[in-house]
């Protein structure tokens, strides 16, 4: 019985391989899918079904009988039927689907997905029904626009590019007696950054100064505080004024600002499995930015130059996740 179950599983998966190997040379990749009657499948809906052996019935009743009203009737609703075929058809045929951008996310995170449906003549499109296989959905009128923006979301997986699958795009309009479908692979990859961990400290920069911190330098020009006057301070740096107050005698500091990036190494996390490194890094990284100081990055085969700003950190984070990531083809 086991060996039996397990046959037929090999067999299912057999077929689907060979099905999805039939459709990737239907409908290739790419950026932008213009639907036509080789990439548009059409076939009868539940209610379709029930309603064609509702049609078989009536015809045997009329041949039974011989009824010219059960004739008429028959075919009246099987002429219907074809109308609502070309109907459920042309509602798809002509629609370009274009990929626009996909966000970047961390791991577990939902990643937005940008697409553009336009239509290719001034036909009116209803209820066009669009998801991937584990996204979110939406629904799509082109009635008085000649184009919609789509956005659709979904939770990515480990770092890499993610490819959400295959879109399908469906529709039953007018009657709901046939669904109306294609699969589209569209050449659209959301980049998912490391998973961050934190740690307590960054080992190797634990006594270092970070970057903008103020460090005492007599002859600077930059305001600091006050300290109490040592023997030998100039008397240009005295705080007159609190004196005349009746305060203590004190004298006046200057600072000048640190200048010192801070770079993440791959090697301050010596002896840690890969990912785990690349997780504190992306950490640290994102700390840095948040506290708006400069830093750079070392990796294996990847220099950044210490810089701030959401573009370097959006540069920092892709080196990170394209880390020993085969390179991605269409």
Known sequence: MLSQELGGQGIRQRLRA?????VNRRIPPARAVTLNQRRIFIFPSRAGFFFGLSLLLMLA??????????????????????????????????????????QSAFPGQQAEFDLQ????????????????????????????????????????????????G????????????????????????????PQPLACAELPGLASDRPDGAAVAVS?????????????GDSLRQ????????????????????????????????????TEMRL?????????????????????PGELIQPGIGEKHRSEILKALALYQVPERHA
């Open 279 to 299: 997780s504190y890094l992306c950490y640290w990284a994102l700390e840095f930015d948040r506290r708006n100081e400069e830093y750079g990055l070392r990796i």
């Open 61 to 102: 009743t009329a041949i039974n009988y011989q009824n010219n009203m059960s004739y008429a009737l028959t075919f009246l609703l099987f002429t219907l039927f074809i109308i609502a075929t070309l109907h459920t058809y042309a509602n798809l045929s002509g629609l370009t689907i274009r990929a626009l951008r996909a």
């Open 18 to 22: 060979r099905f999805r190997a039939w």
């Open 166 to 193: 295959r879109l399908l795009l469906e529709s039953t309009y007018p009657l709901g007696l046939l669904r109306c479908w294609t699969w589209i692979d569209l050449d659209l990859y959301a980049l998912v950054y």
């Open 117 to 164: 449906v336009e239509r290719g003549k001034r036909r009116a499109h209803f209820a066009l029904h669009l998801m991937w296989p584990e996204s979110s959905e939406d629904l799509v009128n082109l009635v008085t626009a000649d184009s919609v923006r789509v956005q659709l979301h979904t939770a990515v997986g480990k770092r890499g590019w993610f490819s959400p």
């Open 219 to 231: 002859g600077s020009d930059d305001f600091y505080g006050f300290r109490d006057y040592r023997r």
């Open 238 to 273: 005295l705080h007159w004024k609190g004196l005349a107050k009746g305060q203590a005698l004190q004298s006046k500091q200057y600072a000048a600002y640190a200048d010192r990036s801070v770079w993440l190494d791959w090697d301050m996390f010596s002896g840690l499995p």
